[in-house]
């Protein structure tokens, strides 16, 4: 089990810790690990990019109670992705699980990753990653200490990179908000996107 404390630290200061860490999930058709490789920081109140910047929600409810439980959230009308919460209850603060690599159930989550097209593209992204887990927005809420979850941290601090956020509006590509965090190496790590503002429609 993970030492709770450790995560009631900014998710700027938890996301390095949970590079590396073993997540695994449980299900009637067995258990899917994977290793942590890219994660990202939002810090609530604090970060326009954050889901509670504009403070507690029905949706963000999760992100402002106890570390190391799941927020989970539905994107793009199509995706679910998952955070740790981090920093102690009543401050919203969350690390995104962006990418990972997958370490036990390598075939449960090949069935439920079909269109992978390499071992290491399963976990590759934090859509993917849900998925390969077997994770759904039902777990939103989720205590990482307890069943169906187990949440193990790297024993020593990782060397790590830092860089912008993907895709999210206001950091523009720039070192203004190094809160992306990955280990450098790994194929599992996802490709660097910026935001694309969109396009207005003239006429």
């Keep these: 089990m993970f030492d709770r404390q450790l995560l009631m630290s900014p998710a700027t200061e938890a ?15 067995g258990p899917v690990s994977v290793r942590v490789t890219e994660v990202e920081a939002y810090l609530g109140s604090f970060d326009p990019g954050s889901h509670a910047f504009r403070g507690r929600s029905r949706r963000t409810e999760v992100m402002f109670g106890e570390p ?10 199509m995706h679910v992705c998952a955070n740790v919460v981090c920093s102690p209850s009543g401050t919203a603060s969350a690390v995104l ?3 990972g690599e997958v370490v036990e159930g390598l ?14 593209d399963l976990a590759r992204g934090p859509a993917r990653l849900v998925v390969a887990l077997g994770i759904s927005l039902a777990d939103g ?9 187990e949440l193990t941290l790297a024993a020593h601090p990782p ?22 965090f990955w280990l450098p190496g790994e194929a599992s790590v996802s490709p660097y996107k910026a935001h694309t503002p969109k396009r207005r429609r003239v006429g």
Excluded: N
Aim: hydrophobic share 35%; net charge neutral; charged share 25%.
């Design 15 to 29: 996301a390095p810790l949970l590079l590396g860490a073993i997540l695994t999930r449980q299900s009637d058709e």
């Design 68 to 77: 190391g439980r799941l927020y989970t959230y539905f994107t793009y009308g």
């Design 97 to 99: 699980l962006r990418a």
């Design 107 to 120: 075939d449960l989550a090949r069935a439920r990753r079909t269109t992978s097209k390499t071992d290491a």
């Design 141 to 149: 809420g989720a205590d990482l200490a307890e069943p169906p979850f």
């Design 159 to 180: 060397v790590f990179e830092a860089g912008p956020r993907t895709g999210v509006s206001g950091d523009g590509g720039t070192d203004a908000f190094p809160w992306r």
